[in-house]
């Protein structure tokens, strides 16, 4: 490693070029200047299943490869790098080579998945011939594909920006264009149902009722009729063009995607469902038990729909849901925690089973005994926040995908999030043949956009197809069609008194000294850079003088994790730093991890379990020993001598001045004593720390308040939401927006503050939409509070373009490619340049 990294180190060109070769059962990179026998000469190698594609290329004599790489990006990867699993770089590879050589080429590369992308840099001067870039005609005139490369596109954040921005534009056109007079059959819940459904929900259920039985209106199908000169019928895919002339209608009964915003009650639509089908469930099951599968004695039906929902408070929320707006009698499961039911018989005997994507994936996984869920044919499959299963490679997509269903719903605000392929993969598991195939959906709609400029014929295509497939798959609407209370939003912008600006003044010069000295440094326990710095000087404009100076040098990593789940929002997931599956951020518990107190480690409920009671972090424990953990945490250069608790970092008595002044929690409880008693208030800010400093406020001001952080268990704030819900008493009620980003429903509420703005506006929505929701009677008042002249005006800015892809109902996050773990996320921000 350190030979790679001084060699990378005397490079003067902004681009690596590598030599590429086959080396036993590996392809491997070397240096341009790579002599044979060289043994410095080696770069890396390829994975295993790119090379194994590539190797059969690299024996053919007319086509050339040029690997080519950003220097400063492989070396700063190279030189952070403390294992090999960290020293993974990213490397172009260009093909060059004759025309009559491309479809081979291409098919070649297709058979082992990898697709050709419109190159960044390559040589000038070359005619550019994708053979996997789709051929189109328009008004029978075939357009051109091939073209000169002039210039290389943008890179970088630049490039990525206007990535987002063109995919935010042909979002914002399809949205436009989709056929808002749709004439939709409003039905009524039904006498199972005891609440009223509104009349979006009406059609809701119309639009679900239509998509199941397949009496689906000609205009909304995918498949056209065509009547032959012999008087048969054909049948033509309105995308592919694909024909079928036996006569027989392509079925296109199934499920689809219910896409309406939140807070419009999509729950109650799909409870409504539930009920009104009920018999038909128990009819499908009749029908079914007399056909034979070739899984015949393996699968058992069930006239019961599987509700799959993020965590275990969402579990409790569509229980409750159930209990309140269906009548009695209707048998439901609660499939989740050690107590979950282990007779099938029961399973099978039931209307509505409620589970989560992580015991689903639990069970996928366990190769010992086999996933009851997965034993079942379902008469009907339910995903909330279907959004979370976005990534086809993770075990959340591959547990939900292998289970057997009748029909297929996914619930989600936010179809599309940074890439088409989100929705794709939606259309796969609601089985939308043909494009339930990643293949099929990349051909037509993916690689297309991609190689399409805004205003070509090929992108006007792309919004044609795009549009097609929402209208017969999707129901979306805003909450433009209901008529819900008003929002007010204020934005109270403060001064710092004197003494505050001093001290901010102060810490904000010590911290830069400090990040300048330490350019360079490479050293896993030094890290303290900008993201620290950004989050201390955010700290102090809640804390003012409260906050002790130099407390930073007492580092919370609890702080630090706070923040960065603001940072990637509502929607993102992180993955587990014991066995790498992906979770969802808000609504999980590992935020109370006992051991975590030292460490950026974060881990699934599954491997907290099987932990047991370490009083170390396992992870740890794991790849520096315990003997090195211990020493590693109290010789760190951030951290002063630990007391015997070790747990000084997370130590109110270490961290604020029994006195002190904070003009922002000063205003706050101000604003909050206004119509106190007439009114119901919630507080959000991101930091626990924030919200105890909150508490003494509140308390000197005798006002009655309930507390839910990262460490209120789940059956604690379920408790406090019911109390707050009923006690007339207990009017407010302060929470991290971590724990109340998810699955809340807080219409009793009519005031909302947000403490601190947050990076991702997302954050904030999801907060305000806790009362923004159907049952909200008042009128609902949002109130911001910004500190001038500090880091919050910075992050006001910011707020201003991601908010208009939040409009769009898809978020702007990092890709998963580069924040999929927040240790990942953490160390990424941490460093300097």
Known sequence: MQAIHSRLGKMETMYERFKIKKQGDHVVLLFHDADEGDEGGEFGYLRSAVGKTLAPLLAMPQVKFEPIGQASNLKGIIGRANKASEAIAKVDINLYG??????????MLSHGKLWLQ??????????????HFLRLEIGGVPIQCTQPVTQTRNEGPTGKKKREERLQKMVEEVYKSLDRSRDLDMVDGGDRVTQELLKHQQEALGFMLERETGHINDKYRLWETKVLDDGTEKYRHRITKTEIKNGIQPDERGGGILADEMGMGKSLSILALIMKTLDDGKEWVKQQENSATAEEGILKRSRST???????LLVYNWINEINTHLKEGVKTIKYHGPDRTKKLSKVLNSDIVVTTYSTLKAEFQNKSTKSLLHCIDWYRIVLDEAHIIRRRATLFYRSCDELHANSRWCLTGTPIQN????????????????????????????VPFEQSTDDSAIATAVKDRLVMLIEALCLRRTKDVIKLPGLRSYLRELEFTPEERKQYENTKKILMRMICHRVGEVDKSSHFGLFQMNLQMRLLCNHGTY????????RSYQDEREAAISALGHNSEISCSGCQSPMPILGSSWLRSDYNKHCNHVLCSECLNESGRLAKCPVCVLTLGPDMMGSNVSNSEDVPDWPAQGNIGNNDDYYFHKEGHSTKMKALIKDVEKDLNETKSIIFSCWTRTLKLLSRYLEEAGIQYLCIDGSSSLSQRQTKLDQFATDDEKRVLIMTTGTGGFGLNLTCANRIFIVELQWNPGVEAQAIARAIRLGQKSEVSVTRYLIKGTVEEEMRSQQRYKKQLAALGFDELPDADDHTVLNSYVANMQMIS
């Open 419 to 446: 890439k088409l392929a989100d929705i794709g993969t939606l259309f796969a598991f609601i089985r939308a043949e043909p494009f339930s195939k990643a293949a099929v959906f990349r051909r037509w709609i993916e």
């Open 547 to 554: 906050q002790q100076p130099f407390s930073w040098r007492r």
């Open 306 to 312: 599987l509700v799959i929902v993020p965590s275990a």
């Open 98 to 107: 004759p025309q009559f050589a491309a479809k081979e080429v291409g098919d």
């Open 118 to 131: 419109k190159s960044t840099h390559m040589k000038r001067g070359v005619t550019y011939d994708n053979p």
